[in-house]
């Protein structure tokens, strides 16, 4: 059986540089925030679960967790937000000083997440991770949603060192704009799970 | 093909007996459905080479006859599902519930590998405590409340019912009820450890006569040691490793690491099941529990042997 | 004009003639030749050469931990065996069931789509060729850490799904449990690599026209088990990396009960994921048959909105069963009822593809070559353990047989024949395309009839020693309870599988060097992987095709349509929308690159010394960090299209 192919389409004029959905790479930072964010939905089940093992919550002898510091946190990454819509704009109009600008900025303040969220857990949490099982599961969110905090960390400042040293091409200004999308599921995601960390033992 | 009492399909008391009735309706559907779907299979093969034979390229109405036939397919599989699944749902609704009268608690909590039982009966001289044998009255439901002191276990005696777990943490609970005499084993079924293969249980089921002269001579302390040669057993229980780890009533070993001891003697077996409860057996075990039961947590006692001959004189007039 | 297809060496289905081409070809051999050497090996990123050696390792692990089974029957055909004592068998099965579970069943299932979905959908390559070498390191990481703890006493012992407070830190002290759960984080990444790539290449990569209606039955039953992948894996790396292996290391209280944990929280999570893996293990299973029923009946499927329906509600409800696990354990009675009907509806969906396929080959022309072979013993052999998972679907059923030898017979039922004799059958219908070369026909009936005569006699009587009271997981068992004669026909039984795999493995190694010589499409089938070449060039498809029905390969109409107007100077794929497959852009495909590899011993360099301090988080960040950047950073490749401070992108695109 012979057949003879026959050119339908000539798809060299296709754009190489797409932003978001149409994007390949989207597809792959999509499929990374659904992990993790059901990973993190496990981490408050497993919080929840365990809370039914105690009468009292944090359990007798256990202090509340503070707020001063953790409402800091949650506050400045929410308020990271229009930053980060900002960059996703002008990644999309290849600006390459606006997003070095946008990246720095977007760097330096993850980094502050990152050291807040260290001293949310040493001064903040009023519990150790060994000592109950309260503990434990506090810490596990913590530490999980740190895990993101610091993974994105690598990634703005190592997306900001290349678009400042390195020969950027159009590629990457898609690859900012979906690092802003994994930002707002960094931010998103934490809110909950500072209501369930440092609220929820207060309110019961 | 047995000689010992340890079958789903061998049920000896209603719980058992409803399940396996169960079982048997189940499997009779399930070789009926297999039987015709691999058919189907077959004949599909068989219709469509002989079709090829005659010639024909595509059956008549394919479309149809083929819509008809995975839809009849599909019917006849939720019908056979839902009839399957309200007789399973009304068994374990009917057998679940413990009957409210159940005059025998009895207390059970796994340990790596044994099982330390505890008869709970309410009056101040009531309760006792034995290991790995069990007896109960024929004829009545007896109640069992599951725990453990160390990893997950699983009592299951499938001549009189299904399993329950033995967690640490949790209470749950178990009944069945034997309605012929005999004797019922068991064994745990979770993975515990080392000697989890050999962690064996025995029900004994009596008359109730029976069963009451049991329970009184085990409520007592065991045997007090009538001769020399006793006192002297007892004397090398005491002083020597033995009372570490296990009790006897009416002594000062009050350990509860290993299996009480206070009734050895009346006992069918040793060792969670191992072995039979005879002198030798038992010289065996004591000397070098690691040969019969590699792992567990009964060191190698190297005694001698005037020693060892009055500890199994002693033990052996636990009754 | 001729009206010829091509069929240089050079050729794929898809290519046109005229000197146009020829020269393109050369130059697509250039742009996409492989690197030679180990060092080609090392860096290669095409998924056919990851995907064979994905495969080829994964049935390593099968062979290693059926030797496994091999001892376990060993020593328990006689009653109170001297083989094995108790201490080495526990380590025997937990290997055998840690290394089929975490390192055979799903990661060969995987490899075979990693391997397939590009040729299948009309993609040059997966979507992300490096994250895909990355993933099969670790995975062999994960293997050989298993398997080299064992072989030096280190192996893990208790059981494959390690219950706590049995493997917690009070009940197994060392290390053995630790190695256990870092397997399985090696495994669960590479898994969620692997599901990554998968769904990123059937939504975005498809031929043109390729609209989700139209993707092979095999290509909806990997993206529905890759999006189960997703949502069930991360319940186990949680599990096991987190929380047992922090009980263990720095004493967290997850599971001790003195502390407000819970040991029942540990099989939650463990099944959570345990039981959608055993359908992740299960579906692609339907798709190759769904795949070999097509080629030997020469029809496509009947029903297909049925089949996906079916595999997108059994992957959906198969979330929703866990608990059928865990009777024995304290389960209100509104649970129970409601995971027993979830357990036996389950049975409906795959019901009713086994209709659909019997229908198909009742209205087709079917022909029993090997593959087609393995698709009926799949029926004949599942459907055994599909019947006995309905029954175990009842509480009080289950009550009495889990944890014994009934369930060790039903679930090597589903797994050997809904998992296994598909896979036998996948590799006799796909070992053309892959090597370019066809298996020996007459090994492949050996091999069928030594398999299933094997699989029954050893699993058969396993649900008779279950019901005669023969728990599981025992090192040995008292002569006087009967169970010898039939634990020594399992045994047997396992004499004539360990003979069955061995054909396959010679017919195999025989057939790659000196098989008979298969063109690109020897069986006739529907599917696009047959247009390219056998073994596929380099860049699988000069032309990408265009698709206008299920069975692109044998629509009927004149010509074949196709796209031009990819790159060959550089490489390069084609985006089309995730719907309707309507092209859309276009995409640099990276070249080869160490960096994956590295990336890989920087995670095993984290998680190996993480069992002995949780420093190794922090040392291991830094090389991963390191690694992130060699990956990452871009060497200048491409100066058109670059961007500088004041210079406008282009918004043409360049002139071919």
């Known amino acids: 059986m012979t057949r003879r192919a026959r050119a339908v389409m000539n798809v060299s004029s296709l754009p190489d540089v797409v932003f978001g959905p149409r994007d390949i790479m989207w597809w792959g930072t999509l499929g990374f925030v659904v992990i993790e964010g059901f990973t993190l939905v496990l981490t408050a089940a497993v919080y929840l679960y365990i809370q039914q093992n105690f009468a009292a919550w944090p359990p007798e002898g256990t202090p509340n967790p503070s707020l001063p510091i953790p409402t800091l946190n949650v506050v400045l990454m929410v308020l990271s937000l229009p930053l980060v819509r900002w960059i996703s704009k002008v990644a999309h109009a290849f600006d390459l000083g606006k997003v070095r600008i946008g990246l720095t900025t977007a760097a330096l303040l993850n980094l502050v997440f990152v050291g807040l969220r260290i001293c949310e857990a040493i001064f903040s949490l009023n519990v150790k991770w060994d000592s109950n099982a309260y503990g434990s599961a506090q810490w596990m969110i913590l530490g999980s949603h740190f895990t993101l905090l610091l993974i994105e960390f690598i990634e703005v400042s190592g997306m900001a060192l290349l678009f400042w040293l390195a020969p950027v091409e159009e590629k990457h200004f898609s690859d900012a704009a979906d690092m802003a999308f994994y930002w707002y599921f960094m931010v998103l995601s934490w809110v909950p799970l500072y209501m369930l960390c440092f609220l929820v033992p207060r309110w019961i | 093909m047995l000689q010992v009492n340890q079958s789903v399909l061998h049920a000896a008391g209603p719980r058992a007996a409803s399940t396996e009735h169960l079982w048997w309706f189940a499997f009779i559907v399930a070789a009926v459905v297999y039987v015709l ?52 749902l009304s068994v374990a609704r009917t057998r679940d519930p413990v009957p409210k009268q159940h005059p025998v608690t009895i207390e059970i909590t796994g340990r790596q590998w044994f099982w330390d039982v505890t008869y709970a009966d309410t009056s101040p001289h009531g309760r006792f405590t034995t290991a790995n044998e069990i007896h ?40 069945f009820q034997a309605d012929t005499p005999g004797v019922y084993r068991g064994q745990c079924a979770e993975f515990c450890g080392e ?53 006897i009533g009416g002594t000062p070993a009050g350990s509860h690491v290993g299996p009480d001891l206070s009734h050895l003697a009346s006992r069918r077996t040793i060792a969670a099941g191992s072995l039979p409860n005879t002198r030798g057996n038992l010289a065996g075990w004591i000397i070098d529990p690691q040969r019969i039961k590699p792992g567990a947590k009964m060191p190698p006692n190297m005694l001698e042997p005037k020693d060892l001959d009055a500890l199994l004189t002693y033990l052996q007039s636990l009754k | 004009m001729s009206e010829q297809i091509v069929t240089s060496p050079l050729a794929d289905l898809t290519t046109r003639p005229g000197l146009a081409d020829e020269a393109e070809l050369t130059e697509l051999a250039v742009t996409w030749a492989p690197r030679p050497g180990f060092w080609g090996w090392l860096t290669s990123v095409d998924h056919k050469s990851i995907g064979k050696r994905y495969i080829v390792t994964s049935f390593i692990w099968f062979i290693l931990a059926g030797l496994n089974a091999g001892l376990m029957r060993i020593q328990l055909s006689r009653p109170e065996n001297g083989f094995m004592g108790p201490d080495r068998y526990n380590q025997v099965f937990t290997t055998h069931g840690t ?8 990661p060969v299932m995987t490899a075979f789509a990693l391997y397939l979905v590009p040729l299948m959908v009309g993609a040059r390559d997966l979507a992300y060729p490096r994250l895909n070498a990355f993933g099969y390191w670790v995975f062999l990481t994960g293997g050989l850490f298993l398997f080299i703890s064992f072989y030096l006493n280190m192996g893990p012992n208790t059981g494959w799904f390690a219950y706590t407070p049995l493997s917690g830190p009070e009940f197994s002290p060392g290390k053995r449990v630790d190695v256990w759960a870092q397997v399985v984080t090696f495994t669960e990444i590479a898994g969620l690599v692997a599901a990554v790539e998968i769904v990123a290449t059937i939504m975005k990569l498809r031929a043109p026209g390729m609209s989700l209606n139209r993707i092979p039955l095999y290509v909806w039953s990997v993206l529905v088990v890759s999006v189960m992948i997703i949502f069930a894996m991360p319940a186990v790396a949680m599990a096991s990396t987190m929380m047992l292996a922090m009980d263990r290391l720095v004493a967290t209280h997850f599971f001790n009960q003195a502390e407000g944990g819970d040991a029942l929280l540990w099989q939650h999570m463990f099944w959570f994921f345990g039981h959608p893996e055993v359908y992740i293990m299960f579906i692609p299973g339907l798709g190759f048959i769904s795949s070999i029923v097509e080629t030997f009946t020469k029809r496509p499927v009947f029903g297909y909105p049925v089949m996906v329906l079916s595999m997108i509600v059994t ?27 979830a357990s036996v509806l389950i049975a409906l969906p795959t019901g009713a593809q086994i209709f659909c396929w019997i229908a198909t080959i009742w209205s087709g022309r079917p022909r029993l070559a090997t593959p087609m072979m393995f698709a009926i013993g799949f029926v004949v052999i599942f459907i055994i353990g599909g019947v006995t998972g309905v029954m175990i679907a009842s509480v009080p059923f289950d009550l009495q047989v889990h944890d014994t030898y009934f369930i060790v017979a039903h679930f090597h039922y589903v797994i050997l024949g809904g998992v296994v004799t598909p896979l036998f059958g996948a590799c006799y219908l796909w070992f053309p395309k892959v090597t370019g070369r066809m298996l020996s026909e007459r090994l492949g009936k050996w091999h069928f009839w030594l398999w ?65 010589v298969a063109g690109p499409d020897p069986w006739g089938g529907p599917t696009l992987e047959w247009a390219a070449a056998s073994p596929p060039l380099p860049w699988n498809f000069h032309h990408v095709p265009v698709v206008e029905g299920r069975s692109p390969m044998w629509e009927e109409a004149g010509d074949l349509p196709i796209v031009e107007g990819l790159a060959t100077h550089k490489r390069e794929m084609l985006v089309t929308t995730a719907l309707d497959a309507v092209p859309d852009s276009r995409h640099d495909l990276p070249e080869e690159s160490i960096w994956p590899f590295i990336m890989a011993v920087a995670v095993a360099a984290t998680f190996i010394p993480a069992i002995y301090t949780p420093w190794a988080y922090p040392a291991g960040l830094v090389i991963g960090v390191i690694a992130f950047a060699g990956w990452a950073w871009p060497r200048g490749r491409h100066p058109k299209h670059q961007v500088t401070a004041g210079r406008i992108p282009r918004t043409e695109p360049e002139p071919t």
């Open chain 2, 37 to 88: 779907t691999v058919g189907a299979l077959f004949w599909a093969i068989a219709s469509a080479r002989r079709r090829e034979r005659e010639g024909e390229l595509r059956p008549e109405h394919a479309h149809d006859r083929m819509t008809s036939g995975v839809g009849a397919g599909i019917a006849a599989s939720v019908v056979i599902l839902l009839v399957f699944l309200g007789y399973d």
């Open chain 2, 136 to 175: 109960i009255p024929v004829g009545q439901p007896v109640l069992f409340l599951l725990s453990s002191s160390d990893v997950i276990h699983s009592m299951w005696v499938p001549n009189l019912a299904g399993k329950k777990d033995l967690i640490p943490g949790y209470t749950q609970s178990l009944w």
């Open chain 2, 195 to 247: 000697q989890h293969a050999k962690m064996a249980m025995e029900i004994v089921a009596q008359p109730l006569t029976e069963y009451r002269r049991w329970v009184a001579s085990q409520s007592g302390p065991g045997a007090p040691p009538a001769d020399s040669v006793t006192k002297r057993g007892q004397e090398v229980f005491l002083t020597g490793t033995c009372a570490m780890c296990h009790s």
């Open chain 3, 99 to 106: 290394a089929m579970m975490f390192l055979f069943a799903v």
């Open chain 3, 315 to 341: 992957g959906f409800v198969a979330f929703g069963l866990w608990v059928h696990h865990m009777f024995a354990t304290p389960i209100p009675l509104l649970g129970r009822t409601f995971f027993t009907a």
């Open chain 3, 452 to 516: 299933f005569i094997g699989v029954n006699v050893t699993f058969f009587p396993m649900h008779i020693l279950g019901l005669e009271g023969m728990p599981r997981r025992v090192y040995t068992y008292l002569p006087e309870m009967g169970w010898g004669n039939l634990n020594l026909l399992v045994s047997a039984g396992a004499v004539v599988v360990v003979a069955s795999v061995a054909v396959f493995v010679i017919n195999v190694l025989v057939s790659w060097r000196s098989g008979v």
